[in-house]
C-alpha cells in the first residue's frame, strides 16, 4: 500500500493514530516473558521466533529493527525470548565476540561498541554473557567499581557516575546485574541505604515510583520488589503493594499500568505478573488464562507482537508520519488532521514531559522530535514547557543525549534533542549545556566527519546531523564547511550513501539535502531525481534501490518530502527536521 493510501481515513486505527508494519522488539520480548511465567506460550510461537531471529546481524548480536546496527539491549530482548521459546541463539560464539567489544575503560558496559557505559546496557550485558552465553563476566572486580560510583548520597543508585537523580529502574538494573556477575558475592554498594532508598519510593497508595518526585507505577512496582529481592529483602509494605496491585486489574483480563490510565497492554502485564511472583503470590488458572488470552491478542498476523490490540496500536513515528504527509498533500489525506494530531499530544502523557514511541512506554527523544515537527506543520504544538524541562534532564553528564532517560549518549539522539527545542520554538541555549554539547560532538569527530559514536568510524548521516547541530549552537562557520563537503559525497546515481563509495540510500540523502536546505547551501537537484526514480515504487517509497518493496510510511515520509523538493527548480520545499 502506498504511503499516502495508508494515511487514508479510512485506514487508521482505531485509536485514531497509524502503525508501522512490523511488530515491535519490546513488546515481543515482554509478551513471550509474561507468558513464560504464566506456562503459556504464543499462539504462534514458530512466527515470533522467525521475527526475532530476523534481528539478528553478521555481527552475532541483534538490532532493533532490520539494518541497524547491533546494540546489547535489542540482544538480551532477542535472546531471552528465544530461550524462553526454547530456540538458541544462533552462532554464540560470534555474539560473545561482539559483546566483548561493548565493555569500556571504565569497568562498564556500553549499548554499542564505542560509546560511553550506562547502567541499562550494564544489566543487558552481564546477563547475555552469564545466562544466555553460559559464560563468567570478565573483570568482575572493575564492573563492582563502575557500579559503586554510581550510587547516591541518598543511597539510591542513578544512570552511571555522576548521573544527576537515582531512579529504582537503575537500581533494578545493577542489583540484578551484580547478581548475574557475582551471584552472592557481597554487593559493592552500601546495601543497606540503597535498599532503604528503594523502600522510600514505595508511597501512601502502596505503588512504587521511579524516583521521589515521580507517580506509582505497574514499571516501577516491578523493577522495585525485583531489586529488593535480589539485595535479600523487600517492599516495607507487601500487602499495600498487592491490593495496589490488584486494583490495576481491568475488565478482559488485563492490567493498567497507573491509576486511572484505563488501557491494557503488554507491559503492563509482564509488570504485574512479575511483581506478583517476586511476592511469591500465585496466580490461579482461570487468572493466567485470561491474562494469556489478553497477551496472545497482541500478536500480529505472521509476526511478533505490539503492545495492544493491534486494531488500537497506533505509535508516534507512524503517526508523525501520516500528520505529516496529509500536510504535503491535503487532497490525498484525512480531511482534517484533528485525529492524529488528538493521537500524538496524547503521547504526551501526564507523567512523561517527552512524547512515547507507543502510549505507556518511556519517552524517547527522536519520537518527541518527529511529533513536535508533525504537529508544527498543521500548526499545531505540545506543551512546550514541559518538553523543554524534559530535554534538559535527558542531558548526560558526557554532555551528549540518549534515546531516553539515563541511555547512554549517541549523536542522532543529541541532535534530535537540539532540533526538537529549536522546532518548537524554544532556544536551546536557555535548555541545554551548549558547551557540554559541544564537547559530546567534538569526541565523535574525525578528519573526515563525524561518527554516530565517539568511537565509531564516521558516517554521512552523522556528519550531516552534526553540521546542523554546530549551526543551532552558533558555529556557524564550521557547521557551512562541513556541509559544504557533503556535496562531494553525491555519487553517480545521485543520491548519497552511509561511506564515500557505499550504494546511496534514502535515509542518508535525506540528511544531506535537509543539511544542505538548512544552512542555504546548494542542493543539485538533477541527482536527486535521478536518484529518487530509484527509489520510487509504485507511489511509495523504498529505503534502497537494491529493494523493489515500498518501505512504509516513514519511507514514504522523506521520499515525498523530497519529491516535493525536487520538482521545482525553484526548491521552494522546506524539509522537515527528521531524525532516524
Same mark, same amino acid.
Given at each position: ?22 511488530? =515491535? ?165 552500601? @546495601? ?7 523502600? =522510600? ?62 488501557? @491494557? ?49 497506533? =505509535? ?16 490525498? #489525506? ?41 504537529? @508544527? ?71 573526515? #566527519? ?16 552534526? @553540521? ?36 546511496? =540510500? ?75
Amino acid at each position: 500500500m502506498s504511503p499516502m493510501g495508508q494515511m487514508s481515513p479510512t485506514t487508521l486505527l482505531a485509536d485514531g493514530g497509524a502503525r508501522q508494519g512490523e511488530a =515491535d522488539l519490546w513488546c515481543s520480548y515482554a509478551a513471550v516473558r509474561t507468558l513464560h511465567w504464566l506456562g503459556k506460550k504464543p499462539a504462534r510461537p514458530e512466527d515470533v521466533i522467525a521475527f526475532l531471529r530476523s534481528r539478528q546481524n553478521a555481527d552475532g548480536g541483534f538490532a532493533w529493527q532490520r539494518g541497524l546496527p547491533s546494540d546489547v539491549w535489542a540482544t538480551y530482548y532477542c535472546a531471552q525470548a528465544l530461550g524462553d521459546l526454547g530456540h538458541p541463539v544462533p552462532d554464540p560464539d560470534r555474539l560473545a565476540g561482539w559483546l566483548a567489544d561493548t565493555r569500556t575503560a571504565d569497568g562498564g558496559f556500553a549499548m554499542t561498541p564505542g560509546q560511553g557505559a550506562d547502567i541499562w546496557a550494564v544489566y543487558y550485558a552481564t546477563r547475555v554473557q552469564r545466562e544466555v552465553l553460559g559464560r563468567p563476566v570478565p573483570e568482575v572486580e572493575a564492573l563492582g567499581g563502575w557500579l559503586a560510583a554510581a550510587q547516591h548520597a541518598d543511597g539510591g543508585l542513578g544512570w552511571s557516575p555522576g548521573s544527576r537523580t537515582p531512579d529504582v529502574r537503575a537500581g533494578y538494573y545493577g542489583a540484578l546485574a551484580w547478581r548475574a556477575a557475582a551471584g552472592a558475592a557481597p554487593v559493592p554498594w552500601h @546495601a543497606q541505604a540503597l535498599s532503604g532508598w528503594l523502600r =522510600d519510593q514505595q508511597d501512601t497508595t502502596g505503588g512504587f515510583r521511579f524516583s521521589p518526585t515521580s507517580h506509582p507505577c505497574a514499571w516501577a512496582a516491578f523493577r522495585a520488589v525485583r531489586a529488593l529481592d535480589a539485595l535479600g529483602t523487600g517492599p516495607r509494605e507487601p500487602d499495600a503493594l498487592r491490593r495496589w496491585l490488584a486494583d490495576r486489574r481491568l475488565p478482559g483480563g488485563g492490567y493498567e499500568r497507573w491509576a486511572g490510565y484505563g488501557r @491494557a497492554d503488554v507491559w503492563s502485564a509482564f509488570s504485574v505478573v512479575g511483581a506478583l511472583q517476586t511476592l511469591g503470590d500465585p496466580i490461579g488458572p482461570a487468572d493466567r488464562a485470561t491474562i494469556a488470552d489478553q497477551v496472545r491478542g497482541c500478536q500480529l498476523p505472521e509476526s511478533g507482537f505490539t503492545y495492544t490490540e493491534p486494531g488500537r496500536a497506533g =505509535d508516534s513515528l507512524a503517526t508523525a508520519a501520516v500528520t505529516i504527509l496529509a500536510a504535503l498533500r491535503p487532497a490525498a #489525506g484525512p480531511a482534517s488532521p484533528e485525529s492524529t494530531v488528538r493521537w500524538l499530544r496524547g503521547a504526551h502523557l501526564p507523567y512523561e514531559d517527552g512524547v512515547m514511541y507507543m502510549p505507556g512506554r518511556g519517552a524517547e527523544v527522536r519520537c518527541t522530535l518527529w511529533a513536535v515537527e508533525a504537529l @508544527a506543520a498543521v500548526g499545531e504544538s505540545l506543551d512546550t514547557g514541559r518538553l523543554g524541562r524534559w530535554i534538559r534532564g535527558l542531558q548526560n553528564t558526557d554532555g551528549g543525549f540518549g534515546y531516553w532517560l539515563g541511555r547512554g549518549s549517541d549523536l542522532v539522539s543529541t541532535v534530535s534533542a537540539v532540533e526538537a527545542l529549536a522546532a518548537a520554538g524554544l532556544d536551546p541555549a536557555d535548555w541545554t549545556d551548549v558547551p557540554a554539547v559541544l564537547r559530546f560532538l567534538a569526541n565523535c569527530r574525525h578528519q573526515d #566527519g563525524y561518527g554516530p559514536v565517539p568511537g565509531a568510524e564516521p558516517a554521512l548521516a552523522a556528519t550531516a546531523q552534526a @553540521a546542523r547541530v554546530l549551526d543551532l549552537l552558533g558555529e556557524g562557520g564550521p557547521a557551512r564547511e562541513l556541509g559544504a563537503g557533503l556535496a562531494q559525497r553525491s555519487g553517480p546515481l545521485g543520491g548519497f550513501g552511509p561511506s564515500p563509495r557505499g550504494l546511496p =540510500d534514502l535515509l542518508s540523502t535525506y540528511q544531506a539535502v535537509l543539511t544542505q536546505r538548512t544552512l542555504g547551501l546548494p542542493v543539485d537537484l538533477d541527482g536527486l531525481r535521478r536518484f529518487l526514480a530509484k527509489v520510487r515504487v509504485g507511489s511509495g517509497f523504498a529505503w534502497s534501490p537494491l529493494s523493489r518493496q515500498p518501505a512504509g510510511l516513514l519511507a514514504g515520509c522523506l521520499g515525498e518530502q523530497l519529491a516535493a523538493l525536487a520538482a521545482s527548480d525553484a526548491a521552494p520545499s522546506r524539509l522537515l527536521r527528521l531524525n532516524l
